[in-house]
């Protein structure tokens, strides 16, 4: 009876629980058919919410993964992840940046907690993924030093540091390897202490909806395998309670929203090498490109610089120190790129001057505090820029002085602005089209949609693709030996 028993329980456990429904796509304006898997032995983050993953298949470009949907599918819930698989049955529209509309729409249900049947779904760990890809959760990618921002004090002590981890969505099996697209979360994972243990209570919160994706309709990373990028989101590298921080000899809260190197130099550089060397295994081809809002872009901007400062290469507390740590590109939103720039009625000053001493007497430390500081040749990584100037003034400042420098370096670099108000990240279709413009451009990724080469004689690069329209990628043409020759 007792083996009976353990029998029955093992088949409970991994029980399968399907849902069919309709849901209504913005893209399509039209309802969409979609499947719902459950596992038995769901997976669920701290606060007991299960962790969901929208499979978006049969959409309208290229597929470059060699398994099936069915396949991946399954694979993800043997994994324990509900699995919510919304079919577009090839409609032309289901490409990017139309389909980036669903991608914001979902991801807002996510947050909500309830999507196509589903409740109590998780708005830290859920995940919007294209076919073809899959999840690599969790991964570490640097052994936090506590005694940086003293957080969250005693007993959490240098030894007992918690690790800062990525998630990367990979293709599954791919025709051809693929780049990928990392961002730093603008959201903010940390330690938290029960007596003299880590609990979970603040970890993994890299992807908090109601923080990053869903509160600023971002869809730039879920949207990247549309053309042929995957995409990983880190945790950011103030591993503290955001506005906490207390410098040795200092005051609590003296960091307030502030990051500090070389810690924050240290584990982006980590993150890159990381990323770099797992997605060997995983389908990816070794470039790299930083995506960055916010505090995310004030991270993310620390690897796109040439210069290499062995302060800032932690092989103790960081991994694969024998990878290379530079990138291919960056689109970098608003952030604080020199701190030297801060203006001095700003809080981000008064604490900068409270962890790094005053200005006038301590600019070489300030001056290393920043992105600016390690960008010192064309090597420094093509590089976007975005931001509105209904934002708070000083981002303009920083945005402008950084693409003024890397312009004199001889770095390519693009500006769009007031593609929306205030702090913001693009959403828009023309936004977005230039966003992933720039990333094809600078990144070997496949050409997701294939191209009919069907050439007006009035304009011979208005290049088709495979639903009729015009390839944005087609930089003009060349007659050789009699042939056209399109450049991209």
Known sequence: MKFLFLYLLLIFSSALYAG?????SQALSLKIPYTTLTPGNALQDQNGKYMTIVYLENLGFKKISQHSNDEDAQAMVDEGYRIIRLDYQGNAKAVSPDINQDIIQLNDQLNKGSLCGFSSISPIRSYILMEGYRIRRDVSYYLDDPTVYNWPGS?????????LYMDIIYPSHPSIPVPVLLSFSYSNSYATLSG???TDAHQHQRLFLGYTLSMFDDSILEGAPAHGIAWAIADHPKYCDWGQGKPQGGNNKDYGSIE?????????????RTLRTVGESLGLNGEIAIFGFSRGATAGSLAIGNLDVAEFQDATRGLYPEANDHVQAAILGPGVFDYTLLP?????FKHATAVWGELSSNRNVWEQQGASYLCTSSATAPTLFF???TDDAYYGIQVNNLKDKLDQLGVETELFQDYAYGHAVPKDV?????IYDFLTSHLSAPDVL???EMVPSSNPCKLLDLHGRKNTRCKGFQIKDGQIIFVK
Not at 20 to 24: A, K, L, R, S, V
Not at 344 to 348: A, F, G, M, P, V
Not at 430 to 434: A, D
């Open 260 to 272: 500090t190197n070389p810690d924050a130099a240290c584990k982006v550089k980590s993150a890159v």
């Open 387 to 389: 931001y509105n100037t």
């Open 344 to 348: 001095e009625d700003k809080n981000e």
């Open 155 to 163: 007993p959490y002590t240098e030894s007992q540091g918690d690790s």
């Open 430 to 434: 023309e936004s977005l089209e230039k």
């Open 20 to 24: 069919t429904g309709e849901w209504n």
């Open 196 to 198: 003299v243990k880590i």
């Open 450 to 452: 294939e191209t009919i």
